[in-house]
């Protein structure tokens, strides 16, 4: 930034630029206030399994509603608090709220019960020390069920951050939590290295699953994909599933689970008793066909 500065030659240039740092530093500001102010809520999308439509879990969003601007996306801040990092607050009290209501989950959902909870994790992250600790003493204290926990990361994420990545998500994973690697096909890393990494699923991006219905190359990348994780005994989850027409082909190709729109939006953590109610009713009247917005 302070190098494009010194090159920006007008004053226009440098005004825009300034007004966009201030603009970063103020939603900066106001993002270490949300973390500690706990205006930060989560999410949960439903993750279900393409065959039988039995709930498996879920995958916890964060989301914030700012004071003035109203809701602001993740895509905005989760950046933001990478570069800052706000993130390694922000994580951790993402890990401890789902820890907390997994334990309120465990006495209330009794009758789907178990159920996993994926949680996504930034490269800064990965590479804090204390991470695997910080985790143990989390699920020590709080939830007896380690294994029911996931923990999602990008290939980028694993790229970029080598061996030392690796080898904090080998300790999780030895530790009984399962690793999710997330948006996948989006990355640079190679088909054949996955067998190298502690993973035990395969996320497929959403926009190859959207595309899948529209354009032959985009289904002959997912069929590769899951083709390849089940080679490596690895399950697989298709982000983005918005209609019954991918359900039904990703079941052909026996993609184990599904997570979009088609299933539930990322719903409200008050909102989940009722969308399990129709959906387990959904289910038993077999007409889960229609396309329904929750
Ligand atoms: P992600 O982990 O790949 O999460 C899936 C995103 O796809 C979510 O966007 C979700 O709302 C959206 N999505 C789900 N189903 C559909 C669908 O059928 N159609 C379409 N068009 N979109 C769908 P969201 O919630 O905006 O999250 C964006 C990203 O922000 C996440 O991508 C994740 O990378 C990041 N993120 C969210 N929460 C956290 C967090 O707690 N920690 C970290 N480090 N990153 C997070
Ligand atoms: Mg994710
Ligand atoms: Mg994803
Ligand atoms: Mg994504």
Not at 49 to 72: D, S
């Given at each position: ?15 825009q ?14 993002l ?6 706990q205006h ?8 279900v ?5 039995k709930?498996?879990g ?15 996306s993740?895509?905005?801040f ?11 607050p922000l ?5 401890t ?29 990965l590479?804090q ?9 989390l699920?020590h ?8 926990f ?9 790229m970029?951050?080598?061996e030392?990545?690796?080898e904090?998500l ?11 690697i ?8 190679s088909?054949?290295?996955?067998h ?39 399950n ?6 918005e209609?019954?027409a991918q ?10 689970y599904g997570?979009g729109?088609?299933f539930?939006r990322?719903l409200?953590p ?6 399990i ?5 959904r ?9 329904v917005?929750?």
């Amino acid at each position: 930034y302070n190098a494009k500065k010194q090159v920006g030659n007008t004053v226009f240039f440098n005004s825009q630029m300034q007004t966009e740092e201030l603009e970063r530093l103020r939603l900066e500001v106001d993002l270490q206030q949300a973390i500690q102010q706990q205006h930060l809520h989560l999410n949960y999308q439903p993750i279900v399994c393409l065959n039988t439509n039995k709930l498996m879990g879920f995958e916890a969003l964060v989301r914030w509603q700012h004071q003035e601007r109203g809701w602001v996306s993740p895509g905005q801040f989760i950046p933001l608090a990478e570069q800052t990092g706000l993130i390694i607050p922000l994580g951790e009290w993402v890990l401890t709220e789902v820890c907390r209501q997994m334990k309120l989950w465990e006495q209330e959902l009794v009758n789907v019960w178990p159920l996993s909870v994926a949680v996504n994790l930034s490269g800064v992250q990965l590479t804090q020390p204390n991470l695997v600790s910080f985790i143990e003493n989390l699920c020590h204290n709080n939830c007896s069920n380690m294994i029911y926990f996931k923990l999602e990361v990008t290939e980028s994420v694993l790229m970029k951050n080598g061996e030392l990545a690796i080898e904090t998500l080998r300790k999780l994973r030895n530790k009984g939590i399962q690793i999710c690697i997330d948006d996948f096909g989006t990355g640079y890393s190679s088909l054949a290295y996955l067998h190298l990494l502690p993973i035990d699923t395969v996320k497929i991006d959403r926009s190859f699953v959207n595309q899948m219905t529209v354009d032959a190359r985009n289904l002959d990348i997912v069929e590769t994909i899951i083709a390849l994780a089940h080679r490596l005994d690895l399950n697989v989850v298709a982000e983005g599933v918005e209609s019954q027409a991918q359900q039904d082909i990703l079941r052909n190709l026996h993609c184990e689970y599904g997570q979009g729109y088609f299933f539930a939006r990322p719903l409200h953590p008050q909102t989940i008793i009722t969308w399990i109610a129709n959906w387990e009713l959904r289910k038993e009247l077999g007409n889960i066909e229609k396309k329904v917005d929750w």
